[in-house]
């Protein structure tokens, strides 16, 4: 079956530091889509990613699919306190299939030392 | 819009006793999904539906039933609770237009097994 290998599991930093996470899938995605989870909170969608090499920007993410859509990063630039938490990588196999069904990584725990 | 809603949102259970989490969602998606989430271990995917009446096995499902009977309402039964099954449920919901599959989660049920 389908895996989706997260890493690093655990990042700490110091504010104003730059962050990246990387997911990397054993078959090939239609798409790929990152959520973030707060302390005590739920997992929150941030982007989906479908294109092969796509780049999309939010503020001070980054967010990158790779060529053979088997990959992806979440950059973050100069961390803030209120980066804290839990940021996930989702993918859905490209097979075709109308199901919803997202295999999730096992997520990169952000700290970020004031 | 309340979004997807869970009940109840803490229990504690005796091991062997029985309980049904119940999962609402508002915005008619035909999607719903049961995940648990354990300290590192990510979201794991327990059940999930397609549409109303049909349900399907996740990753992890067994100890858990699950139920459809209404497109909003996403049921997870654990017949005889175990200590195994002390973790953080969330449920979610999504729809699929083009290739947007956004899942909202709702905000969890931390139930605990003694």
């Known amino acids: 079956g389908q895996q989706v290998m997260q890493i690093p599991q655990y990042q700490h930093v110091q504010e104003g530091e730059d962050f990246t996470t990387y997911c990397n899938s054993s078959?090939?995605?239609?798409?790929i889509q990152w959520y973030k989870q707060r302390p005590g909170g739920h997992p929150v969608f941030l982007i989906q990613l479908v294109k092969s090499g796509e780049v999309k920007k939010q503020k001070r993410l980054t967010f990158q699919f790779g060529e053979a859509k088997k990959n992806s990063s979440l950059h973050i630039t100069a961390t803030q306190t209120t980066d804290v938490g839990t940021y996930f990588c989702?993918?859905?196999?490209?097979?075709?299939?109308?199901?919803?069904?997202?295999?999730f990584g096992r997520g990169t725990q952000l700290t970020v030392w004031p | 819009n309340a979004g997807v809603t869970q009940t109840p949102k803490f229990r504690v259970l005796k091991t062997g006793q029985s309980m049904t989490l119940l999962c609402a969602q508002d915005m008619n998606h035909e999607y719903m999904y049961w995940y648990r989430q354990d300290p590192g271990m990510g979201l794991r995917l327990i059940h999930y539906?397609?549409?109303?009446?049909?349900?399907a096995k996740g990753e992890v499902p067994d100890g858990y039933n699950v139920s459809r009977l209404k497109k909003q309402n996403f049921l997870l039964g654990l017949e005889s609770a175990a200590p195994s099954q002390t973790s953080v449920y969330f449920c979610a919901s999504s729809q699929t237009k083009g290739h947007q599959e956004t899942q909202y989660f709702g905000p969890g049920t931390r139930l605990l097994v003694l």
């Open positions: 989702a993918g859905k196999e490209d097979r075709g299939s109308t199901l919803g069904r997202l295999y």
């Open positions: 539906s397609v549409g109303e009446g049909t349900t």
């Open positions: 078959t090939t995605l239609s798409n």
